[in-house]
């Protein structure tokens, strides 16, 4: 699902909410004397590697054990699919990166983000290994191969801006991430934006060089619940996120075993899983200022492209978004 096709399941999301409302008074009570959901429905995916951490470790089902409250998960392959889980009410966590949290929100779903899981340098400019472009200058008038609406797209789109140029200056190919590999690998394209895996596969298994790497560009992942999930079950929310804090700390302290899980849950080769992990900044579950001001920054490219509305308060958008009181809470 594309970032464009988030704003059909508005009015699915909202009736949904209108729904479960009804149900609040018939949920059971935990041992805390907090209200509880019947089930605790989680997403996991590759591009949140605490979510595997997570699942392989079984801390929640722990955590939730004298309560009763079973534990399921749900696989998310791309980003825009934590979105549309939240939105048809099939999850009650979602990962997604900062920017498709933001334009979800922006496109009027009433979700909020309650923990940063990481930041990742998930994006660059990758090039043959005996390429002569050397920058992104150099690629004008050539043949770079990224998927549309996504987040290598916008990444893409950044960096032309910063160098000058606009996606008009180019051939874009509009290929799926493994499709646009083998391109580059059998000299199809002249360039490739795409995320990780994909990435440090091209890298490692391909030899192709990055010509542009950007930390700045680069989303951040968040978790994200609903309006409602929040405001029904908040115990739920602060046991959820003091876990995830739990498993960021373990996996700083055990790099090597969080690339095994990594490796093993997503079917990657363990030097690719190490590399990735190498990129994945796990320093702190917080977005300072200048994060946050990086991000609605992107708002003109994002109103060009039209992910969101034009003349939308990104500003209003990310304070109505982000709620991070949760990490405080015991």
């Keep these: 699902m594309s970032f464009r096709h988030i ?38 995916t ?25 534990v399921s998960w749900l696989y998310s392959e791309k980003g825009e699919d934590g979105i549309n889980y939240l939105a048809k009410g099939t999850v009650d966590f979602a990962s ?38 050397n920058g992104v200058r150099d690629l004008k008038g050539r ?26 200056d180019l051939a874009i190919l509009q290929l799926q991430p493994s499709d646009g590999c083998t391109a580059l690998e059998q000299l199809r394209v002249d360039a490739l934006a795409t995320a990780e895996p994909y990435t440090a596969i091209s890298q490692l298994e391909c030899g192709s060089r990055a010509i542009y790497r950007n930390d700045t560009f680069n989303s951040y ?13 908040r115990g739920v929310v602060s046991r959820v996120v003091r876990i995830y804090e739990m ?20 079917g990657i080769s363990l030097p690719v899983a190490r590399l990735i992990i190498s990129r994945v900044d796990l320093s702190s ?26 003349g939308t308060a990104v500003e209003r958008v990310v304070g109505d978004l982000v709620d991070f009181s949760y990490l405080s809470q015991k």
């Excluded at 949140?48 to 309560?67: I, M, P, T, V, Y």
């Excluded at 043949?143 to 140029?165: H, M, N, S, W």
């Excluded at 055990?254 to 093993?264: F, G, K, N």
């Excluded at 579950?285 to 034009?310: G, Q, S, T, V, Y």
Aim: with cysteine.
């Design 247 to 266: 498993v960021r700390r373990w996996a700083i302290r055990h790099p090597d075993e969080l690339a095994v899980i990594y490796a093993d849950e997503s």
């Design 143 to 168: 043949k770079i191969a990224v998927l549309p609406d996504t987040f290598p797209y916008l990444f893409l789109l950044r960096a032309l801006q910063e160098a000058g140029l606009q996606k008009s």
């Design 285 to 310: 579950p917080l977005p300072d200022k200048n994060d946050l001001k990086i991000l609605m920054d992107a708002a003109p490219l994002l109103e060009a492209e039209k992910m969101i509305k034009e």
């Design 96 to 133: 997604t990166d900062a920017l498709g949290a933001i334009i979800g929100k922006a496109n009027g779903y009433p979700i909020k983000t309650v923990y940063m899981f990481s930041k990742t340098e998930r994006s660059m400019l990758l090039v043959p290994r005996d390429s002569p472009f």
């Design 46 to 70: 590759e591009y949140n590697q605490l979510s595997l951490a997570l699942k392989k470790l079984g801390w929640l089902e722990r955590e939730f054990k004298a309560d009763n409250l079973p």
């Design 221 to 233: 992942g968040f978790l994200n619940t609903t309006e409602s999930f929040l405001v029904k079950y």
């Design 7 to 44: 704003k059909k399941l508005k009015t699915l999301c909202l009736a949904i909410v209108s729904a479960t409302a009804l149900f609040c008074l018939l949920m059971p009570e935990g041992v805390y004397g907090e209200p509880l959901p019947l089930r605790l429905r989680m997403d996991y």
